[in-house]
């Protein structure tokens, strides 16, 4: 499969190599996946998770050994946001190019979310809550760069549908 886009970034002082791959309308592929982020849809909302340390991200986080895809992306959106995915649909992933030579794929997927109660606590121990914002805004948060603005791309239509 041929990149959508090349790019890097520069994380903990190491240069990473980015291939981006879109994936609407298309099948997973059988890859190693590292981990998972959700870009939710809760009343044409992003929710954004914050960190104890400040940080705010996309919800999600690693797969865990013997878990598909769908499994992490529903146990993470439970964990981090006491919300449930009512429906996903793939957006696309980076592989990742570490200085050492290792490397990683991050699945990106949009998902239609519904909450089930207040948000108590991360069971990581990271997430102290969330902010709620417009899709069009998700790169000023997230600083993602050419991927977050892909990313924008690929999920707007699916917010103006509902993922239906």
């Known amino acids: 499969m041929t990149p959508t886009f090349k790019d890097s970034f520069?994380?903990?002082?190491?240069?990473?190599?980015?291939?981006?791959?879109?994936?609407?309308?298309?099948?997973?592929?059988?890859?190693?996946?590292?981990?998972?982020?959700?870009i939710g849809d809760i009343g044409g909302k992003v929710p954004l998770v914050v960190h104890e340390s400040g940080a705010i991200n996309l919800p999600g986080g690693h797969t865990e050994p013997g878990e598909t895809v769908e499994q992490t992306l529903r146990r993470e959106i439970v964990e981090e946001l006491n919300m449930k995915v009512t429906d996903w649909k793939l957006l696309g992933y980076q592989h990742l190019t570490e200085p050492d030579g290792?490397?990683?794929?991050?699945?990106r997927v949009y998902a239609k979310l519904a909450k089930i109660g207040d948000f108590k606590n991360d069971p990581g121990g990271t997430v102290t809550g969330h902010i709620l914002i417009d899709l069009k805004n998700l790169n000023d948060f997230i600083h993602y760069g050419k991927t977050g603005g892909q990313l924008i791309k690929l999920a707007a239509p699916l917010f103006e549908k509902g993922a239906k």
């Open 10 to 38: 520069t994380y903990n002082n190491k240069l990473i190599l980015l291939d981006w791959f879109d994936l609407v309308g298309k099948k997973l592929p059988d890859v190693e996946w590292e981990q998972v982020y959700i």
């Open 102 to 107: 290792k490397e990683v794929n991050q699945l």
